[in-house]
């Protein structure tokens, strides 16, 4: 059974910063990848960040969409158990519903890191809004 569980989304202002939490509980699966992804409606379920948890620096091998690069980090509190999304200098156009993945038991090219079908387990989602 695996888990995923958001939180931190809000509203803020153009410019402004939000911190996205995503606590994972998995009984005794294995999760190899963990990502971040945002959905407008209407639109595509778009990969916005993803780490490697094998990767020897998986914060610093992350993989980003290029909208977010130098915006938006990653980083994981492996004693919570937590992988957090740090965004700054938000646009308007980064509203969106948030949602936290896991998947695990298959390699993952880092170039396929952010596709959808690659991951298995959803958290339910957190909305960000930035307003102009």
């Known amino acids: 059974q695996v888990q995923l569980v958001e939180s931190g989304g809000g509203s803020v202002q153009a410019g402004g910063s939000l911190t996205l939490s995503c606590t994972i509980s998995?009984?005794?699966?294995?999760?190899?990848?963990m990502a971040w992804f945002r959905q407008v409606p209407g639109e595509e379920r778009e990969g916005v960040a993803s780490?490697?948890?094998?990767?020897?620096?998986?914060?610093?091998?992350?993989v980003y969409a290029d909208s977010v690069k130098g915006r938006f980090t990653v980083s994981k509190d492996n004693a919570k158990n937590t992988l957090y999304l740090q965004m700054n200098s938000l646009k308007v156009e980064d509203t969106a519903m948030y949602y936290c993945?896991?998947?695990?038991?298959?390699?993952?090219?880092?170039?396929?890191?952010?596709?959808?079908?690659?991951?298995?387990?959803w958290g339910q989602g957190t909305q960000v809004t930035v307003s102009s």
């Open positions: 780490v490697d948890n094998a990767a020897v620096d998986p914060v610093g091998n992350a």
């Open positions: 998995a009984d005794t699966y294995k999760i190899d990848y």
């Open positions: 993945a896991a998947a695990g038991g298959e390699y993952i090219f880092s170039t396929r890191r952010l596709s959808r079908d690659k991951y298995k387990y």
